[in-house]
């Protein structure tokens, strides 16, 4: 009898396990919920503003030819410095593909002095501190055939790189890489400026620079023979 019973309290306490069991395992846990390839949902979507490497987005030609604008840049070779503060955009391959400010100008340099200026130096000539720890040192800015190259030809080199440089599309946007570019311009210009052809502020500020060289040189000349 009595073991009886204790059949029947064990028969109803495996039921009772088999039935929270079977009430834990919902239907959805045995076809599990996902999303299929290429269905609606299935594709990761990429988030605002983000664009994916390798997208011809990033690399966009040179602006198309068309009607040449006088060049008055101060970015463009053979241009008078302060001739224009805003000047027009240029098209064409020489060209840029927008309006050349000194807001431009200063982000060109900004972005050149981090990406650039290690290898190719403050002035272009190809003298950075990495050429000069052993680094193949670049061509200078300031060679006749890149004073030639239209302004194309640095937003490509830019764009796939070229001999030992590598591309910098991971680094620089379009934008960027075309106000690099009229930074170049301006590093080029400013080796072989007219000085006549200055603004008097900039004049004065030559000549502040120059006797301020020539002062500090005479100290130091005079502290050297004082020793």
């Known amino acids: 009898m009595l073991k009886a019973r204790l059949q029947k309290i064990g028969l109803a306490v495996c039921l009772t396990m088999t039935a929270l069991g079977l009430s834990a395992c919902r239907q959805d846990m045995h076809d599990n919920p996902k999303y299929k390839a290429y269905r609606d949902g299935g594709m990761r979507q990429l988030p605002d503003g983000v ?4 997208s011809l987005d990033l690399n966009p030609s040179a602006p198309k030819v068309t009607a040449q604008a006088p060049q008055n840049s101060a970015a463009t070779p053979g241009a008078a410095a302060g001739a224009s503060t805003t000047p027009a955009a240029i098209t ?3 060209g840029f593909p ?3 400010t000194k807001e431009i100008l200063d982000r060109g340099q900004n972005r050149y002095n981090i990406s650039c200026l290690p290898c190719h130096g403050p002035l272009g000539d ?5 050429v000069q720890r052993g680094f193949r040192r670049p061509p200078s800015y300031h060679d006749p055939r890149l004073k030639a190259a239209p302004s194309s030809y640095f937003y490509d080199v830019m764009t796939n790189g070229f001999g030992v440089m590598s591309s910098y599309t991971d680094q620089l946007t379009p934008e960027d890489r075309w106000k690099v570019a ?4 301006v590093l080029q210009l400013s080796q072989r400026a007219n000085v006549a052809e200055l603004s008097e502020d900039d004049k004065k500020k030559i000549e502040a620079a120059a006797a301020k060289t020539e002062t500090k040189g005479g100290n130091t000349a005079s502290g050297g023979h004082g020793n």
């Open 51 to 54: 664009v994916s490497r390798g």
């Open 98 to 100: 927008f309006q050349i």
């Open 126 to 130: 190809g003298n950075g501190m990495i």
């Open 182 to 185: 009229a930074y170049i311009r």
């Open 92 to 94: 064409g391959e020489d």
